[in-house]
Structures are given as C-alpha cells and as structure tokens.
C-alpha cells in the first residue's frame, strides 16, 4: 500500500532531500487562466456572473447570494447541543491561544529625544473563505474568523459555496459557527468567483471590496489568490494536506498508523509520510496500516492517498537524520512520536505546527488544541507560516525627533543625500533649520 524509502547507510544532500517524497502534482499555474477570467467576469458582471458560476460549478442557483441574518440566527438556534458546545470551546481556545500573538507596541529611544514607535495595526476588512468539497468545516470558520477578530478587524465578511443538498444554501453548521462568532455578513458563493467577489465587491448585493482574502480551498481558490494578490493581501495558497511523523522503536505502531490514516482521508493527493530509524515499527506501522485502512469508511480514499507517490515511510540511521528529512520536506503537520521528543524538536525549524508526544495528534490541532490548523503546506512552511492575528496586522513605525535630535543628525542627512544625488532630501532637514 505505502512505498518504503530507505536511507540507511547513505548521505543525502539537501537536494536529494527536497526530491526524496514526490508531493501530488497540484499546479495552480496551470489554473491561473481559467480563473483570471471567472474573475474578470465577476468584476465586470457582478452578482450576475456569480449566480451563472454557480449554477456551472454547483449545480444550481442559490436563491440569494448574500444570506439574510435571520437565517444566520435560525443556524445558531438549531446547532445541535454538542456541536454547539464543542464549537464554544473550540472558540474559547483560540481565542485565548490567538492573544499572544498580537505584539505588545514598544518605544525605542535611539538618542535623547528621537523615538521609533512599533505599533501593529489590523487592516480594516477582510474576506475569509470556507470550503465546500467532501467535508463540512465549521472549524475552519473558527479558524479563519478568531484571529481576525483578535487582532481588530472592523469587518469580516465570509464566503462559502451553496449546497446542493441544503436547497443551494450554506451548509448550516458553516452557518451556525458563524453566527455563534457574530458574523452576519455571509454569501453563498464558492470557488474562484468568490475570492474576486471579495477582492473586487459587488455593491448590488452590498459587498464592499476587502483588504485581506484569508482561507482554504482547491487548486482554483489558490490559483485566484495569486490572481488577485497586489489587489488584495492574501494568507497563503493552500494545496492538499500533509502530515509527517517523526517516531523512533518507542512509538506505539497503532497510534501512528492512526495518524497517517487520519490525514490521509482528507483527499486523495494528501500526503501521509513517516520517518524513522525503526525497521521493526516501520513493519508494524505498516501492518496497522492494512488492518485499519479495511476498518475506517473513507477506506478508498485513504488508500489512494496512501499508495501515491506522496506518501511514505522513510527509513534512516538516526533521529538527526530524521529530523533533517523533515526539514527539507517542510510539512504542513509535523508529529514527534519518540523517547524525548523535545530533543528531536530542537533538531528541526520548518513545519506548520509542531505536535509532541503521543497524545498531541494533529487530530487535536484541527479542533481543540488551540492553535491554528490552517497552515502552510507544498514546502512552503520554509518561508511562511499559518493563519493567526499577524495574518491581519500591518507593523507601523511612528518617528518622532525633536528639533536638537534632528540637528544632531543633519549633517549625516546631508552627506548621504548628496552621495546619492538627492540633494533636497538634505534641503528639507536644512529648512527647518533657517536661523
């Protein structure tokens, strides 16, 4: 079912890494014309051209594109108890975990009298994405909603595809956890139509152009970020989800195989990859896998995500190798199942989120743990980093010099502006200076 990849006894180079695990061909490029002109045409049709997309692409028209708040408020009303109080704790944990990533402002005194001032501003509206597909993710709608709100936002408006089988309107437990958070601002579109309705609004339906686009969605939603990128800020293109397990003869073969399994049923091209230097769990792990896979009911699914060429168990000599396969690879999930797990995580820095031990699955980052679950994935946690309050702050510098501050400074103002033939850069400091 799962290809075995065996490092034992060699040295990869950091290439060899990069290239040891395919991950599926996913190519937005490939996507960007098709949707550069489902854009353009919401822009230029509106409201029109994203009913039209909607009856192409999800079967049918909704009856109204933006929901009316009573309908919203219904949602919150018929949320099943447990789903309610799940939610309510889901949001109580990020909410808490999101506060301390918003950076406390701070003044620095250069000299006597000049001060820099760091201050973290929220824009003031964004557009969060919810997808539609083979689940339903009112967790995403905590995950996208929460940081916003935490780090200031003003207005959030929040989109996600119309249902087939809930008349062509909104799955209502997207709904539900929208209301519960006091989001009533909510259209029934999906897909790349979407992203530009939120980047380039829609006034006949009220929808007012946003600042930040944030949220997961297919090939189509990541290649329409990049489209309208420049316009809009955007969080990240997501692809297909990743997990990598780094585990040693002490992890529990059950467990792990339990997790690869768990985010192999997500999609068929997500990636399920395991490291160790255990040949012996790396059998037993691989046994677990058959015996689970026949039992779990998305089993077609997880096993062609499983048998792709994203998917893996890779043997090495040590855990310094392991954590150096995990490194190169980035993964948007990253589990440390062994002995001391925090010393193999101060062998790594690239991953989406973290998960120690045998009882962190990345299961409990999804929902309850507090931390964010939408995360970089495709490598691209080497550079950028998941949703949270960041994602919708903008750092500013306040300056502010006295007037014996800035004389001290002059003639350095003035050497350099000459030097690079800019004069009345220096002119500018001189004229407050004429006495």
Same mark, same amino acid.
């Given at each position: ?12 180079? /950091? ?55 009573? %309908? ?15 939610? %309510? ?48 993710? /009112? ?22 595809? /119309? ?73 990240? %293109? ?25 985010? $192999? ?29 026949? $039992? ?6 997880? *096993?062609?995500?499983?048998?792709? /060429? ?66 970089? *994935?495709?490598?691209? $946690? ?37 030097? %690079? ?15």
């Amino acid at each position: 079912m799962i290809s075995t990849i065996d490092l034992r006894g060699t040295r990869p180079t /950091p290439s060899d890494l990069r290239a040891l695990v395919h991950r599926a061909e996913i190519d937005v490029s490939a996507a960007i014309p098709v949707v550069a002109d489902l854009i353009r045409d919401v822009r230029e049709r509106g409201v029109e051209a994203v009913l039209e997309q909607s009856e192409r692409f999800d079967g049918g028209r909704p009856a109204a594109v933006r929901v009316d708040p009573a %309908e919203i408020a219904a949602a919150v009303e018929a949320l099943p108890a447990e789903i309610r109080a799940a939610l %309510e704790e889901v949001v109580r944990r990020e909410r808490e975990a999101s506060r301390a990533q918003v950076p406390a402002p701070a003044v620095t005194r250069v000299a006597e009298g000049a001060e820099i001032a760091q201050r973290w501003q929220p824009v003031d509206r964004v557009g969060l994405y919810i997808p539609g597909g083979k689940a339903v993710y /009112p967790s995403s709608v905590v995950m996208n909603v929460v940081p916003a709100q935490v780090a200031g936002v003003r207005s959030i408006a929040l989109a996600s595809p /119309p249902q087939k089988e809930f008349g062509l309107g909104i799955h209502p437990l997207i709904l539900g956890a929208a209301g519960l958070l006091g989001i009533d601002e909510v259209y029934a579109m999906g897909g790349a139509g979407a992203i530009g309705a939120l980047a380039h609004g829609i006034p006949a339906i009220g929808l007012e152009p946003v600042d930040v686009v944030a949220g997961p969605g297919n090939v189509y939603v990541a290649a329409a970020k990049r489209v309208v990128q420049g316009t809009v800020g955007i969080d990240a %293109e997501a692809g297909p989800s990743e997990v990598l397990v780094i585990a040693d003869a002490t992890a529990d073969p059950v467990v792990v195989a339990a997790d690869l399994i768990s985010q $192999a049923e997500h999609d068929e091209t997500a990636a399920a990859v395991l490291v160790t230097d255990s040949g012996e769990l790396a059998d037993a792990v691989r046994a677990e896998l058959d015996r689970q896979v026949a $039992a779990t009911s998305a089993r077609e699914r997880v *096993t062609t995500a499983l048998g792709g /060429p994203q998917s893996a168990i890779v043997l090495v000599d040590d855990l310094a190798t392991a954590a150096r396969v995990s490194d190169a690879y980035a993964p948007e999930h990253l589990e440390i199942q062994t002995a001391d797990p925090r010393a193999v995580l101060g062998l790594v820095s690239h991953a989406g989120a973290i998960f120690l031990g045998t009882h962190s699955p990345v299961s409990l980052g999804d929902y309850l743990a507090g931390s964010n679950h939408i995360l970089p *994935t495709g490598g691209t $946690a080497r550079f950028t980093s998941g949703i949270s309050a960041a994602t919708f702050l903008r750092p500013q510098q306040v300056v502010h010099y006295d007037a014996d501050a800035l004389r001290a400074v002059a003639p350095h103002i003035r050497a350099m502006s000459d030097a %690079e033939q800019l004069p009345a850069h220096g002119d500018a400091v001189d004229a407050r200076f004429r006495d």
